[in-house]
């Protein structure tokens, strides 16, 4: 659907539009077309999945550029809430809702292996955005927006077994059914993450690594920090109150990581405020697409989240 020309008609009141939250959203854009089938292209061109071939990296970029807007302004709005802009809290449940309405990402995958891969990690980024603005959410909101991430934990679940996964894109799951367990009270969606997140831990080798990461060839130290970031997530979602799942438990992958940074980008540190260390990390490392705005932010409102039970 081609974008309004008007300026005034691309900031009307999307609150209105949709009736679900009750204050007026001034100056908060529509939300743009939901994309419901994921795309996706695949680009490693090994067995191991370690060499990327650069035009289908940026093909699969360019297929993703839409979810990944999206997920940059909502992540966006909600770190804007969390500074204390309550208009800008409304407008990321907006954006919420109009995707779930329309049953974003519920679709067949268009690539197979790929596109499983990208749903999991945006129903992450939509799951931990949702999350920074539930206390603002209202029971309207609530009722649209529980039954989607129910659907979109199922989604993972299926995408998961389908793939017969095993290593960090286990763990992405896993992050995916802790953000929702948060959001809908479902305490079997946490078990399982919890479940994940131990045994990634019970297999760390000496040196603090994830031995299935260790193959990646070239890139092993990327997937070892890949695989962090879901993990230190569940860990803060947890309340640490999990033995096998606790910050204590996935430090020695941290400080793995952190050990190899001269091999890695500060993109690789993302789960640093995850789990209380204090690293530097550039401006363009403090917004991540997976992690649904700024870490610090995400953090902060996570571990008070944790704080309570289940819903």
Same mark, same amino acid.
């Given at each position: 659907?081609?974008?309004?020309?008007?300026?005034?008609?691309? =900031?009307?009141?999307?609150?209105?539009?949709?009736?679900?939250?009750?204050?007026?959203?001034?100056?908060?854009?529509?939300?743009?077309?939901?994309?419901?089938?994921?795309?996706?292209?695949?680009?490693?061109?090994?067995?191991? +999945?370690?060499?990327?071939?650069?035009?289908?990296?940026?093909? /699969?970029?360019?297929?993703?550029?839409?979810?990944?807007?999206?997920? @940059?302004?909502?992540? +966006?709005?909600?770190?804007?809430?969390?500074?204390?802009?309550?208009?800008?809290?409304?407008?990321?449940?907006?954006?919420?809702?109009?995707?779930?309405?329309?049953?974003?990402?519920?679709?067949?995958?268009?690539?197979?292996?790929?596109?499983?891969? &990208?749903?999991?990690?945006? *129903?992450?980024?939509?799951? !931990?955005?949702?999350?920074? *603005?539930?206390?603002?959410?209202?029971?309207?909101?609530?009722?649209?927006?529980?039954?989607?991430?129910?659907?979109?934990?199922?989604?993972?679940?299926?995408?998961?077994?389908?793939? +017969?996964?095993?290593?960090?894109?286990?763990?992405?799951?896993?992050?995916?059914?802790?953000?929702?367990?948060?959001? =809908?009270?479902?305490?079997?969606?946490?078990?399982?993450?919890?479940?994940?997140?131990?045994?990634?831990?019970?297999?760390?080798?000496? %040196?603090?690594?994830?031995?299935? &990461?260790?193959?990646?060839?070239?890139?092993?130290?990327?997937? /070892?920090?890949?695989? !962090?970031? #879901?993990?230190? *997530?569940?860990?803060?979602?947890? $309340? /640490?109150?999990?033995?096998?799942? =606790?910050? &204590?438990?996935?430090? #020695?992958?941290?400080?793995? *990581?952190?050990?190899? +940074? /001269?091999?890695?980008?500060?993109?690789?540190? %993302?789960?640093? #405020?995850?789990?209380?260390?204090?690293?530097?990390?550039?401006?363009?490392?403090?917004?991540? %697409?997976?992690? @649904? $705005?700024?870490?610090? !932010?995400?953090?902060?409102? !996570?571990?008070?989240?944790?704080?309570?039970?289940? #819903?």
């Amino acid at each position: 659907m081609a974008a309004p020309r008007n300026r005034s008609a691309r =900031t009307i009141v999307a609150a209105a539009l949709i009736g679900l939250v009750h204050s007026p959203v001034a100056a908060c854009p529509v939300p743009p077309a939901a994309v419901v089938e994921v795309p996706g292209i695949a680009f490693y061109t090994d067995a191991r +999945r370690s060499v990327r071939d650069p035009a289908l990296f940026a093909a /699969n970029r360019q297929a993703m550029a839409p979810i990944d807007r999206y997920l @940059g302004q909502i992540g +966006r709005s909600s770190d804007a809430f969390l500074r204390g802009d309550q208009a800008a809290g409304r407008c990321t449940l907006v954006w919420l809702a109009a995707w779930a309405q329309a049953g974003a990402l519920l679709g067949e995958p268009t690539s197979d292996r790929q596109a499983r891969t &990208e749903r999991r990690f945006s *129903v992450a980024a939509m799951a !931990l955005t949702a999350l920074k *603005v539930w206390d603002l959410a209202s029971k309207g909101d609530r009722a649209v927006l529980q039954p989607y991430f129910r659907r979109l934990a199922v989604a993972v679940d299926q995408d998961a077994a389908q793939d +017969r996964l095993s290593n960090n894109l286990l763990y992405w799951s896993g992050l995916v059914g802790m953000a929702i367990a948060r959001l =809908t009270g479902e305490a079997r969606l946490a078990a399982r993450a919890i479940a994940i997140c131990r045994a990634a831990t019970a297999g760390l080798t000496p %040196r603090g690594s994830l031995p299935l &990461e260790d193959r990646r060839g070239d890139r092993a130290i990327y997937y /070892n920090g890949f695989a !962090l970031f #879901p993990l230190s *997530v569940m860990a803060t979602l947890s $309340g /640490n109150h999990e033995p096998g799942c =606790t910050v &204590e438990d996935v430090q #020695p992958l941290a400080h793995y *990581v952190l050990a190899n +940074r /001269n091999r890695t980008s500060d993109q690789f540190l %993302r789960w640093a #405020p995850f789990l209380g260390i204090s690293v530097a990390m550039s401006p363009a490392a403090l917004f991540y %697409r997976y992690g @649904g $705005g700024s870490l610090d !932010l995400v953090a902060k409102r !996570l571990a008070a989240i944790a704080r309570a039970p289940l #819903p």
